[in-house]
């Protein structure tokens, strides 16, 4: 069946390291792909997407890449900041009759000073 | 950018009285909205797919009278839970679809006491 998986957490991670946090997905078709990030106590903020092959979703720093010959879509970031600690979300869009998103198991970051 | 408002943000509620959450789209007409609940530490599950003048798509295992959703007009969908008990006690979060992507409301906390 689809399904979205990622990397267990949770990840501790200093200052200013470089962050990757794995995902893939198992769909029919080529869903859109999204990273979404969840602040303590807070709803779901888009943090970057990519609606087909070879797409790079990016923003503050993130970045992402569509690749449909791994149907992987990791999260990457140079330098974390104490304020990127949250949890985060990879989640594909599915083309069914009503387009579904459904979500990986979420990966809980937490950057020490 | 659109905007998903959803209210309220809290409840506390005593257990077989009944909640409504309301989901609207502030600046976007939104035919398709989505309910999901999040259990503490845990990924968001799709519980349902709201259309606007129809009936509600449910997930496999989701109670369809104990989570009745109406979709009445284009910028808002409520989801009443019924009955609630403590086991109902949970995050639960909508999102409506647009033409580039999902944006998601801020979520509502149900307490059941």
């Known amino acids: 069946g689809n399904s979205v998986t990622q990397m267990e957490g949770p990840v501790t991670l200093s200052e200013e390291a470089f962050l990757t946090i794995n995902c893939t997905y198992t769909?029919?078709?080529?869903?859109?792909l999204f990273w979404y990030v969840q602040y303590p106590g807070e709803g779901l903020q888009l943090l970057l997407k990519?609606?087909?092959?070879?797409d790079k979703g990016s923003n503050k720093g993130f970045e992402a890449t569509y690749r449909k010959e791994t149907t992987s879509f990791h999260l990457e970031k140079g330098s974390v900041q104490v304020s990127d600690s949250a949890v985060y979300f990879c989640?594909?869009?599915?083309?069914?009759?009503?387009?579904?998103?459904?979500f990986g198991p979420g990966t809980s970051l937490s950057v020490i000073p | 950018g659109a905007v998903v408002s959803q209210h309220p943000s809290r409840v506390i509620c005593k257990s077989g009285t009944s909640v409504k959450i309301e989901c609207r789209s502030l600046?976007?007409?939104?035919?398709?909205m989505f309910w999901y609940r999040q259990f503490p530490k845990q990924s968001l599950m799709l519980m349902a797919t709201?259309?606007?003048?129809?009936?509600?798509?449910?997930e496999q295992g989701v109670e369809k009278d104990k989570f009745l959703i109406n979709h009445a007009s284009l910028t808002l969908s409520t989801l009443t839970v019924t009955s609630a008990h403590p086991e109902d006690s949970s995050f639960y979060i909508c999102?409506?679809?647009?033409?580039?992507?999902?944006?998601f409301g801020s979520g509502t906390r149900l307490t059941v006491v």
């Open positions: 769909a029919t078709g080529y869903p859109s």
């Open positions: 989640a594909a869009a599915l083309k069914t009759s009503y387009d579904k998103v459904i």
């Open positions: 709201s259309n606007e003048g129809s009936k509600a798509t449910y």
């Open positions: 600046d976007f007409q939104a035919t398709t």
């Open positions: 990519a609606t087909k092959a070879d």
């Open positions: 999102s409506a679809s647009q033409d580039y992507g999902y944006t």
